[in-house]
């Protein structure tokens, strides 16, 4: 509700309604036998006044994209929100569900999973993730609201973190973040109930959270999470704070779960039937399992109807809008149809005018493009600007109090930014990308594969990807990186060739909606090496011939930089009488998806193989054949951590050479 209703919420009627969750939660985890009470049951006051006073929701649209977004961050936690979510009567849940927590094929999984049920706003469980996606949710309302104003964007994001959620690393970038652009429509609430796995939090920290979160720009406030009264109080001053909140609610862990309460006993397991008996005495809930009274069911249902009010009123808002096609364009992300010929319009240019240049260079250019194209992409970098080239011309910065721009800096916080870009992405309205360097994306991996287990499109740009990022040395080279990355299930990864696969490879990203994409960009220059133009988008199916005699002895499979090498190779080759062709790799991802006959065709059945790539030879085998079966072609790459030199010497210490391609080739051959 927009403005919650001035009454103070009544004790007793608050802890009734929270005992139905506190008791589903326990019959749900008894029945499993894992899982974890603790959690729903100190937080279910908290839950229930949030609820029934504050949040706004409509269990009958949720996809309303004016709802508050509610975010429960401590994941594990989840038999909190499935009970919310059946009991103010979202209808895709049922009390089977319920029954059926955490067994195959339920959408009740052991940790919320984004796209199981509506009302999961995001995949929750990895420790501190939530609270980050949270500040995306959170930064994207605000861009929304900059364009669309307060009749048809205006909600917020509430959290519930647990101690966990806070002192994990990514907690740190996030509240950074949030108190720099001054999110004042983000809300927190901290499970602080002083318990961890291990035992008592004291055990592994002492942190003042309050201090913490005011030194990052927030506004914090604490209340008994056990009295209504007092919770109440603290959510109502958050709704008018003029920056992100932070309320630490003092909570019992397990609250009413007699012998466990209060404890780390209480955070995880079936409490077994003795225990659980003991609870229905001490809550007073006589009732079997899974039985909620129809009193208080009622009052959920009634908590969940409230909503239809304010989603009637915004759907009125907005059909008298003179925005109303612009908003939900923008909501529903659409790509318009006008983005392809543009990408094909550079890619013709760039055959011609034959550029000498680092992908990460053509990058910017495509985003040139598709920015102008586009209204919805907010750009960004992790510090590194000038180095991803991901701000192209007239784009306006995003700081606080001023959301109207396209441009985010996110500071030396990959980890934050990966996360923010996938909150951003599963709020909708706007289509994220950021940059750092590849060798950082280690730094970012976890809230990748969050993107690409909710199949959330977000694109992360990652330059300098490779030994020829030269003088700053192996920590700056990424190897094994690209190798960690197509292990990803779900998450497209590309490493174009030059400009024109660049711009191939942005279109394809940008695209797939369903998918996150990750670019592998080089800080060094290549040459184009797509001479002849094709409107055709060749990338898309992951790998095809660049060039090559139908009477090749040898195929050269490479990727990004390495393309041009097995150009030069073929030219030596050739020069030598010996024919062969060179099959330009930008993603494997795709080349997976096509055909046997297409795959078949493009590895050159027949041909030795050579593959050429400036990292670690994992996976190559699967195209190369196997150096333990007797099999292999050669690998031309890097077994190794690189060196730190000028980008071309380190290229020959390594090996990485026309030249080596070359002879690797002829000894095969022989
Ligand atoms: C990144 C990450 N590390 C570890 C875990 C395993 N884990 C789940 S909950 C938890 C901590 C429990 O303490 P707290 O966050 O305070 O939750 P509470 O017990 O109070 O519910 C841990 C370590 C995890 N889910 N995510
Ligand atoms: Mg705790």
Redesign the pocket.
């Known amino acids: 509700m927009t403005s919650p209703d001035q009454a103070i919420p009544d004790q007793q009627h608050v802890r009734r309604l929270a005992n139905a969750i506190r008791m589903l939660s326990v019959d749900a985890v008894e029945t499993a036998k894992s899982g974890?009470p603790?959690?729903p049951m100190?937080m279910a006051d908290v839950a229930t006044v949030l609820f029934s006073r504050f949040l706004k929701f409509n269990p009958l649209q949720p996809g309303w994209p004016d709802r508050d977004r509610f975010v429960l961050s401590?994941?594990?936690?989840s038999m909190l929100l499935y009970s919310l979510l059946w009991l103010t009567g979202y209808p895709e849940i049922t009390i089977d569900d319920l029954k059926h927590f955490r067994k195959v094929g339920s959408p009740t999984a052991g940790h919320p999973e984004h796209g199981d049920l509506p009302g999961i706003e995001t995949t929750t469980?990895?420790?501190?993730q939530g609270i980050s996606n949270a500040v995306g949710m959170a930064l994207a309302e605000r861009i929304l609201n900059a364009r669309f104003g307060d009749e048809l964007v205006n909600h917020k994001t509430y959290v519930i973190a647990?101690?966990?959620?806070l002192m994990?690393g990514i907690s740190h970038e996030a509240l950074g973040l949030a108190g720099n652009l001054r999110l004042s429509n983000l809300i927190v609430l901290w499970?602080h109930?002083n318990?961890?796995?291990d035992g008592p939090?004291s055990l592994s920290s002492h942190t003042d959270q309050l201090e913490r979160f005011k030194a990052e720009g927030w506004s914090v406030d604490a209340c008994n999470g056990h009295d209504a009264a007092d919770i109440f109080r603290a959510l109502e001053s958050a709704q008018s704070a003029d920056r992100p909140v932070m309320i630490a609610c003092r909570t019992i862990?397990g609250f009413g779960m007699p012998g466990r309460q209060g404890t780390?006993k209480a955070?995880s397991d079936a409490p077994g039937a003795e225990v659980v008996a003991g609870t229905r005495k001490e809550l007073d809930w006589p009732y079997e399992p899974f039985v909620v009274p129809d009193d208080i069911l009622n009052q959920w249902r009634a908590i969940g109807a409230t909503g239809a009010k304010a989603y009637d009123a915004w759907v009125a808002r907005k059909a008298a809008s003179k925005q109303a096609k612009a908003f939900d364009d923008t909501i529903n992300d659409v790509i318009p149809p006008s983005l392809a010929p543009a990408l094909v319009k550079l890619k013709e240019q760039l055959s011609a005018e034959k550029p000498k240049a680092g992908t990460r260079k053509m990058s910017e250019k495509a985003l040139d493009v598709i920015n102008g194209e586009l209204q919805n992409t907010i750009g960004g970098s992790a510090d590194l600007t000038p180095s991803n080239n991901t701000k192209t011309k007239g784009m306006i910065e995003i700081s606080a109090g001023q959301y109207n721009g396209r441009y985010i800096h996110y500071g030396i916080r990959e980890h934050g930014m990966a996360a923010a870009m996938n909150g951003m992405a599963l709020h909708g309205g706007v289509i994220p990308y950021g940059g750092t360097f590849l060798v950082f994306s280690d730094y970012c991996r976890p809230s990748i594969r969050l993107a690409a287990l909710m199949g959330i499109r977000v694109v992360f740009v990652m330059t300098h990807d490779s030994i020829g990022v030269g003088e700053d040395g192996p920590t700056h080279q990424p190897v094994e990186h690209l190798a960690a990355l197509r292990a990803i299930p779900n998450l497209k990864v590309f490493r174009p060739a030059d400009g024109v696969e660049t711009a191939e490879c942005w279109e394809l990203a940008l695209k797939d909606s369903g998918r996150p994409s990750l670019i592998a960009f080089s800080r060094q220059d290549v040459p184009t090496l797509r001479l002849h133009h094709t409107a055709e988008n060749l990338s898309a199916k992951g790998a095809y011939e660049l060039e090559g005699d139908a009477d090749a002895k040898v195929t050269f499979l490479a990727t990004g930089t390495e393309v041009s090498l097995a150009v030069e190779a073929r030219a030596k080759l050739a020069a030598e009488g010996i024919a062969s062709r060179v099959v330009s790799m930008p993603s494997w991802t795709l080349f997976e998806e096509q055909s046997e006959v297409y795959r078949h065709k493009v590895l050159g059945p027949g041909t030795v193989k050579v593959a050429i790539e400036a990292a670690v030879r994992q996976g190559w085998d699967r195209y190369i054949g196997s150096e333990l079966l007797g099999t292999a072609g050669a690998f031309v790459g890097m077994h190794s951590f690189g060196a730190s030199g000028p980008w071309k010497d380190v290229y020959a210490r390594f090996g990485i050479t026309a030249d080596a391609a070359v002879a690797a080739a002829k000894r095969l051959l022989k």
């Open positions: 974890h603790g959690l100190g401590a994941g594990h936690g469980g990895p420790l501190g647990s101690d966990g959620d994990e499970d109930n318990i961890t796995i939090l862990i780390q955070h």
